[in-house]
């Protein structure tokens, strides 16, 4: 199956920095790259996703970059916010085992502190 | 559009007994959902793909006599965990699959707060 890690586990950043995820994943065939932020108790919410023709596709204040070549894409989060702190998960979509199939990164806890 | 609600949002049960959970997409037709189980400071992960009108797809290490899927229509998948233990406590996450622009997106149910006594 597909092995998905993320670096860092945890980031603490200033409010105002910037902030960078980096998700690796092994499956070759992987085609689509989501990024989820979960507040605690609360289901992952979709922030931003990119396809494996795009490299780079940002939406105001967020980022996700695709290395195809290298398996891993990356979230930025530029300008952080106190609102910004939750965990963060990476779920490349594979297709292992000929069917498609999403794994969900080990998260990364963010916090800004203000 | 893109709601999936899942209920009940919280169940406390004893063990030995039955849970079911419920799972909605309102506003489209899902063809596939999907089930998950997070642990407290852990990652999702995948229980079973459920499709419906065919039998649900287990992830490896999942026993499907133990958690039971049923995909009865293209808008509803339950979750029966059956004879259920303290273990089996955790917060339950369903998703909803839907064909949008060409590409499937998936949607996330609010979960469910298991716990068993």
């Known amino acids: 199956g597909e092995n998905v890690e993320q670096h860092p586990s945890t980031l603490s950043v200033q409010e105002g920095d910037s902030a960078v995820i980096k998700c690796t994943y092994s499956?070759?065939?992987?085609?689509?790259f989501p990024w989820y932020k979960q507040e605690l108790g609360k289901r992952p919410q979709l922030i931003i996703d990119i396809r494996s023709n795009v490299g780079e596709k940002k939406d105001q204040r967020i980022a996700v970059t695709l290395n195809k070549t290298a398996k891993h894409f990356s979230l930025h989060i530029t300008e952080t916010q106190p609102e910004d702190s939750a965990v963060y998960f990476c779920a490349p979509k594979g297709n292992s085992g000929g069917y498609q199939k999403v794994t969900f990164g080990t998260g990364t806890k963010l916090q800004v502190i203000p | 559009g893109a709601v999936v609600s899942q209920h009940p949002s919280w169940v406390i049960c004893k063990s030995g007994t039955s849970v079911k959970i419920e799972c909605r997409s309102l506003?489209?037709?899902?063809?596939?959902m999907f089930w998950y189980r997070q642990f407290p400071k852990q990652s999702l992960m995948l229980m079973a793909t459920?499709?419906?009108?065919?039998?649900?797809?287990?992830e490896q290490g999942v026993e499907k006599d133990k958690f039971l899927i049923n995909h009865a229509s293209l808008t509803l998948s339950t979750l029966t965990v059956t004879s259920a233990h303290p273990e089996d406590s955790s917060f339950y996450i369903c998703?909803?699959?839907?064909?949008?622009?060409?590409?499937?997106?998936?949607?996330f149910g609010p979960g469910t707060r298991l716990t068993v006594t």
């Open positions: 499956d070759s065939a992987s085609n689509y």
């Open positions: 998703s909803a699959r839907r064909l949008a622009g060409g590409a499937y997106e998936q949607y």
């Open positions: 459920s499709n419906e009108g065919s039998k649900a797809t287990y």
């Open positions: 506003d489209f037709q899902a063809t596939t």
